[in-house]
T-cell receptor, first 117, second 114 residues
Framework: SQTIHQWPATLVQPVGSPLSLECTVE??????LYWYRQAAGRGLQLLFY??????ISSEVPQNLSASRPQDRQFILSSKKLLLSDSGFYLC????????????????FGPGTRLLVL | AQSVAQPEDQVNVAEGNPLTVKCTYS??????LFWYVQYPNRGLQFLLK??????LVKGSYGFEAEFNKSQTSFHLKKPSALVSDSALYFC????????????FGTGTRLKVLA
């Protein structure tokens, strides 16, 4: 079965410090990978998605970046954190479409709560 | 453009009563529709999906949802609510083609009162 891991679970960082959040998926290959941010326990904002190694699509221009160095590893980074970067960060994966059909269900990791002070 | 609307920020229901959480969508072509549940400080858990076929789909924890193409709705239902169902519920839609993205509603907080 497939599992998705995120770490750390919680993180407190000062303004201006760097950030690296990691997400890994087990039990599948060539997944589509996603980073979301959830503010104030409500709506999800799609930040980045990736359909393959080194292929990153950015949805919201900001001081965050993403990388996919390996097939099942997705990293969210920042060189200098802002107060507004605080939130709950969720990684998700879905299987790529099979036989010309689009991907179906998206599955989420446990999330990382980031507090920037 | 794709969009999802969850018109109610919060739904309150007494334990044992039926519950409905509403979702309407707008998408070009055939939609893929999903419901997720989120407990505090946790990731989203998949509940059920509609891809094709029977308009009534059954999912985890006794939840079901009805796809209504004419009303572009996909309401989540449960015949008898439990206090443990209290959580944040998200509806999501994905277009059949042309995108890798899923569009999520703003979420509805369900509170089941004992």
């Amino acid at each position: 079965s497939q599992t998705i891991h995120q770490w750390p679970a919680t993180l407190v960082q000062p303004v201006g410090s760097p950030l690296s959040l990691e997400c890994t998926v087990e039990g599948t290959s060539n997944p589509n990978l996603y980073w979301y941010r959830q503010a104030a326990g409500r709506g999800l904002q799609l930040l980045f998605y990736s359909v393959g190694i080194g292929q990153i699509s950015s949805e919201v221009p900001q001081n965050l970046s993403a990388s996919r160095p390996q097939d099942r590893q997705f990293i969210l980074s920042s060189k200098k954190l802002l107060l507004s970067d605080s939130g709950f960060y969720l990684c998700a994966w879905s299987n790529p479409g099979v036989a010309g059909l689009p991907q179906e269900t998206q599955y989420f990791g446990p999330g990382t709560r980031l507090l920037v002070l | 453009a794709q969009s999802v609307a969850q018109p109610e920020d919060q739904v309150n229901v007494a334990e044992g009563n039926p519950l409905t959480v509403k979702c309407t969508y707008s998408v070009s072509g055939n939609p893929y529709l999903f419901w997720y549940v989120q407990y505090p400080n946790r990731g989203l858990q998949f509940l059920l999906k509609y891809i094709t076929g029977d308009n009534l789909v059954k999912g985890s924890y006794g939840f079901e949802a009805e796809f209504n193409k004419s009303q572009t709705s996909f309401h989540l239902k449960k015949p008898s609510a439990l206090v443990s169902d209290s959580a944040l519920y998200f509806c999501a839609v994905r277009a059949f083609s042309g995108t890798y993205k899923y569009i999520f509603g703003t979420g509805t907080r369900l509170k089941v009162l004992a």
